[in-house]
């Protein structure tokens, strides 16, 4: 997003704002809701997050990109939901197409494709938040270690070392799974 169009947002113009909007609500709705897991709360943290940051965006500096400002907000947005709910309910299933491979799969391919990603949920799911969130930001949104380490406000190398340990907690639950 250009600059002239967050000044326009900064001053109150409509058209700009509803422009900022229509360019981030989507990727921020999707990540509200890989971390919330309910789409009526991630709908109502995506407009939290959006009005947030519209109305910080005088505070925003441009030594992180604006998407990465805008996760931050987000993340910190459902942090804030998960602690009201008390309840350490996780990821719906919206990686049907992460895994899928490039050729047409067969009927008995895409069976237990499904399968694999089914399993690789539910280990997903009963992560603690610590380890779940930096994974579906990882592997999710595509998100660089630094951008995560920016959005969680922690050291790169505790993302390292979270990411490590989350992998080798899907890596056990899965392989118990297959045995």
């Known amino acids: 997003m250009d600059n002239r169009l967050l000044e326009q947002c900064k001053a109150g113009n409509a058209a700009a704002v509803e422009d900022f909007v229509q360019t981030y609500q989507r990727e921020v709705y999707c990540l509200a809701l890989s971390i919330l897991d309910d789409s009526h709360e991630a709908e109502d943290a995506t407009q939290e997050s959006l009005l947030a940051a519209l109305r910080g965006l005088e ?14 907000i987000t993340v910190n947005t459902c942090r804030t939901r998960l602690q009201r709910r008390k309840r350490a309910e996780t990821l719906k299933q919206i990686l049907n197409g992460v895994f899928q491979r490039t050729p047409a799969p067969s009927v ?16 997903v799911r009963r992560m603690d938040a610590r380890h779940r969130i930096p994974i579906v930001l990882r592997y ?40």
């Open 59 to 72: 505070g925003f500096k441009a030594d992180s990109s604006l998407k990465t400002w805008l996760f931050s």
């Open 140 to 179: 999710v949104h595509d998100l660089s270690v630094a951008e995560i380490s920016k959005i969680l406000q922690i050291p790169e190398g505790t993302v390292h070392s979270r990411l490590n340990a989350a992998r080798r907690k899907l890596h056990a639950v899965l392989k118990e799974g297959s045995s």
């Open 108 to 123: 008995e391919e895409n069976a237990i494709q499904n399968e694999s990603n089914e399993a690789l949920w539910r280990a």
